[in-house]
């Protein structure tokens, strides 16, 4: 368990990424899609935002509730934080 991502919400409830496979999502980029995995989880109020690199370089990012690629969240880079 010590090496799981961790996430909490505002009131103090804990989640852990349990499975093995790290959790994955798609980057896009103007009208393209790039597969990326989470490093890590942060609280974001009652959201949870995903902490991953592009070219050595961290961003943290809210994934769409409205929108999926091929059944994964996506994260829009224009509105990385």
Same mark, same amino acid.
């Given at each position: ?10 009131? +103090?409830?804990?989640?852990? %990424? ?7 999502? !798609?980057?896009?980029?103007? &009208? #393209? ?11 974001? +109020?009652?959201?949870?935002? %995903? ?7 961290? !961003?943290?990012?809210?994934? &769409? #509730? ?16």
């Amino acid at each position: 368990m010590r090496n799981q991502p961790l996430y909490m919400n505002n009131s +103090g409830s804990r989640w852990t %990424y349990r499975e093995r496979e790290p959790r994955r999502f !798609y980057i896009k980029v103007g &009208s #393209d899609y790039f597969l990326r995995h989470a490093e890590f989880f942060s609280g974001f +109020g009652n959201f949870v935002a %995903y902490h991953f690199k592009i070219n050595g370089k961290r !961003y943290a990012g809210l994934p &769409s #509730d409205t929108e999926t690629h091929k059944g994964l969240p996506i994260i829009d880079i224009s509105k990385v934080i």
